[in-house]
């Protein structure tokens, strides 16, 4: 796998919990991330994915459906539309971006307090928005191609300490995918990074 990331998982989080209030508290408790990421943290180039992988959009589908999806500014213009059947949050920086059907955020702050009570919010990267959330996400379904991919957006690591994994499954490479792929969900530790029983 990557190195290993320190993360710090006493950041961000409170901060907007003390700034915003209960509902958001509620929501980034519910924060949760899906990436694809090659065995060498690759996850995007030319602003697309760098593989095709039928399983792997399939089981995006599946976990997002009926929910909320936080993505960059670039990610959003490199699926070019709303995607059908979930609310999309956007981040930009420039009070200029609008698009038709979704709701642009300037902060994290501010797409999390878009996110309705009873929706759950999937952070979709990429790499800016990965790194931007990393602190917040409470658990992580990850698709792990299982290649090394030329690429020029790449996951930061982070430490797998913190997290235990809950589901892992093979998914062999056929017709439809590319390269073989594992997925995986990993939810982080209760306690402060410590294992809970
Ligand atoms: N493999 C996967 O699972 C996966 C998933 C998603 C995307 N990707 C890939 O990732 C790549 C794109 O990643 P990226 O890192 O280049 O771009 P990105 O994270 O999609 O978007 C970056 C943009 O988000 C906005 N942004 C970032 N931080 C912000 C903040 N703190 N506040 C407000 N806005 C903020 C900025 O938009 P403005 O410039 O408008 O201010 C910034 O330019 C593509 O290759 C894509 O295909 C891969």
């Keep these: 796998m990557y190195p290993k990331f320190s993360l710090d998982g006493s950041g961000l989080g409170w901060q907007i919990v003390d700034k915003i209030g209960t509902l958001t508290a509620m929501s980034i408790h519910q924060l949760s ?13 030319a602003n697309t994915l760098p593989w095709k992988l039928r399983s792997d959009l399939q089981r995006f589908k599946q976990l997002t459906m009926g929910h909320t999806l936080v993505m960059g500014r670039k990610t959003y213009e490199s699926i070019g539309r709303p995607l059908p059947g ?32 009873d929706s759950h919010a999937f ?3 990429g790499a800016e928005l990965y790194r931007l959330a990393m602190p917040m996400i409470k658990d992580w379904y990850v698709t792990l191609v299982l290649a090394d991919i030329q690429g020029d957006a790449f996951l930061e690591p982070w430490d ?38």
């Design 160 to 197: 797998e300490s913190e997290f235990h994994c809950v589901e892992s499954a093979f998914v062999p490479a056929d017709e439809f995918n590319e390269w073989p792929s594992t997925f995986r969900h990993l939810v982080r530790h209760q306690n402060n990074g410590h294992r809970s029983t």
């Design 86 to 117: 979930r609310q999309t949050i956007v981040l930009s920086r420039r009070q200029e971006t609008r698009f038709d059907g979704v709701c642009v955020a300037a902060s994290i702050e501010a797409a999390m307090a878009f996110v309705p009570r």
């Design 33 to 45: 991330a899906v990436v694809a990421v090659a065995r060498n943290g690759t996850i995007g180039r």
């Design 123 to 125: 952070v979709v990267g």
